[in-house]
């Protein structure tokens, strides 16, 4: 029986398969694998290991080639997590070139820089993601950019925009997160093969050498100071994962807001045959929304977790390392999730622009306050516009009545002569702003 959110029957199908591939026993073996011939290769290019040794390595670095069972049973008896493969890679190879693998490295070197691939493929994911939703709320931004909607602030009406206005926003908050989760790996995509406390003390005076060797050629980044304390590269990524969290959340959020029966203003992607209550045949949840809060807060924890793994004592320190260990492939598979529930989430978006009029209209003109005070501003000043619109506002509220004919009661009472079009001015297509032009900006700007 399954107990991990990952693999239970119950929750494992919130999860993207490929991520949880990419993180697997034997995805993370391989990974470590990769790493191990990428050092021998640097190292016999550097004489520092015969080339035919370095080059058995190579074709010997094939998880399934290794026992798991046996690397299994070994971990437990040696309470190492590394050791053990070792062992059963040295099988592999043969005794002759046995004796050249893992060349003046210490583990942490090989499980930190194994992360880093699999962090990089995760990472294409989310990208290849990413870059279809910010091409998704492109469109429904252009689509639906002369929508009138009711902006809300603190949940009530506020000033008339229009839902393309909305969308566009998502999109230029998406945009500048995606290039700050792009610019996060550089820091990041690092490899680092200090040795045991990060001086190269064991590569013969060769360690930068071998270091920027792997670099070449696993394509990523040499760590200038490889200590095995140094962790911010990974936290601020992972803190950029938290932002998309955070967004994605938002989004879902009032998507699941503007869902709401008593507003209906848009709805998630629905089939026959999807189940909203046990009890309750009629119900329609936003449950892919829902789902995508929930993925979201699980991934908040682990931003913390990262912060404090950068917490590490003297030159290396496992109670911390240990925790990244567990904590950074969640991290990874969770957000390539989010990347893609967000996705489907924007792409089955059904919008109502018809209840969007009816409910800007439910206030009866309250939401165009704005709107009449500006007017009246001119002729009598910000102040006093802002009492008299007030006054109506109260009135209308109090004695349901039209908000324009409280307005006009409240020009009687001052008797100032002013002459303005109450109902020109409260019609809620005239006072969007430069909402649509936002819009525009953003599709001509913002191109991916």
């Known amino acids: 029986m399954s107990t991990g959110m990952f693999e239970s029957c119950i929750t494992g199908h919130w999860f993207n398969a490929e991520a949880k591939a990419l993180w697997s026993d034997t995805a993370t073996m391989q990974a470590w694998l990769d790493v191990e011939a990428a050092l021998a290769q640097a190292q016999a290019t550097l004489d520092m290991i015969p080339q035919e040794s370095a080059n058995c390595i190579s074709e010997s670095a094939k998880v399934e080639s290794l026992n798991i069972a046996a690397i299994k049973d070994g971990i437990r008896q040696t309470c190492h997590p590394f050791v053990p493969v070792l062992k059963e890679f040295e099988r592999v190879c043969g005794k002759e070139t046995a004796k050249y693998i893992h060349w003046g490295a210490t583990t942490q070197n090989i499980f930190d820089t194994g992360a880093v691939l699999q962090l990089r493929a995760s990472h294409r994911m989310i990208s290849t993601f990413l870059e279809k939703t910010l091409t998704s709320l492109m469109e429904l931004a252009s689509s639906s950019k002369e929508y ?52 190269f003390s064991a590569m013969e005076g060769k360690g930068r050498e071998v270091q920027e060797g792997m670099a070449r050629r696993l394509n990523l980044a040499s760590n200038p100071v490889p200590v095995r304390t140094s962790y911010d590269g990974i936290t601020h990524y992972v803190s950029v994962l938290g932002q998309l969290a955070a967004f994605a959340e938002k989004v879902a959020e009032e998507i699941i807001f503007l869902q709401r029966t008593e507003i209906a ?163 809620e297509t005239n006072y969007i702003g430069e909402a649509i032009s936002c819009v525009e900006y953003v599709l001509k700007n913002q191109k991916h």
């Open 148 to 199: 009138i909607q009711a902006g809300r602030t603190h949940g009530q009406h506020a000033l008339p925009i229009t839902f393309g206005f909305k969308v566009a926003g998502w999109h230029a908050e998406l945009y500048r997160i995606d290039r700050r989760l792009s610019e996060a790996t550089q820091d990041a995509f690092t490899v680092s093969m200090g040795g045991a406390v990060g001086t």
């Open 265 to 427: 203003e848009l709805e998630e992607s629905f089939h026959h045959g999807k189940v909203g209550s046990s009890t309750m045949a009629q119900k329609r949840n936003p449950q892919n929304a829902q789902n995508l809060v929930g993925l979201a807060q699980l991934i908040r924890s682990r931003v913390l977790l990262s912060y404090q793994s950068m917490v590490r004592m003297n030159e290396g320190d496992a109670a911390e390392s240990n925790v990244m260990d567990v904590t950074l492939p969640e991290a990874a598979i969770i957000s390539v999730s989010i990347s893609e529930n967000l996705l489907k989430l924007i792409t089955g978006l059904q919008i109502y622009p018809e209840k969007m009029l009816e409910n800007i209209r439910l206030t009866k003109g309250l939401i165009l306050s704005e709107s009449i005070m500006m007017a009246l501003a001119k002729d009598i000043g910000r102040s006093e516009a802002h009492h008299i619109l007030y006054e109506a506002a109260m009135s209308s509220v109090k004695n349901n009545l039209p908000f324009s004919d409280c307005i006009r009661k409240q020009l009687e009472i001052i008797d100032s002569g002013i002459v303005i079009n109450i109902d020109d001015l409260l019609d």
